[in-house]
């Protein structure tokens, strides 16, 4: 099974930006739908991007606009971009597979600055 690590999170003030990426540690040509989920605080973890093999990116409402995911099947890589942050998206982020989510990696986490 694939493992996924992701990494580029940290401490930003509303209206910034991070970039979050996600590495694996084998192909993910095979696999069709991967995504970023985000867990805040007493919170249930909910999905916020989903890309697929063919390009077809779908986003939940709260950050249409501001979030780009993006994916490198060479490189073995996802992305995603985050811009205008808000305080409500402090939260971990973590990367996996859609439908299906496998292992979770630890995460790593956005914190916004009101």
């Known amino acids: 099974q694939v493992q996924l690590v992701e990494s580029g999170g940290g401490l930003v003030q509303a209206g910034g930006s991070l970039r979050l990426s996600c590495a694996a540690s084998g192909s993910i040509f095979s696999i069709n739908g991967m995504g970023w989920y985000r867990q805040a605080p007493g919170k249930q973890r909910e999905v916020v991007a989903v890309i697929t093999n063919g390009g077809s990116r779908n986003y939940v409402d709260s950050v249409k606009g501001r979030f780009t995911i993006s994916r490198d099947n060479a490189k073995r890589m996802m992305y995603l971009q985050m811009n205008n942050l808000k305080p409500e998206d402090t939260a971990v982020y973590y990367c996996?597979?859609?439908?299906?989510?496998?292992?979770w990696g630890q995460g790593t986490l956005v914190t916004v600055s009101s």
């Open positions: 996996n597979t859609v439908p299906v989510p496998g292992v």
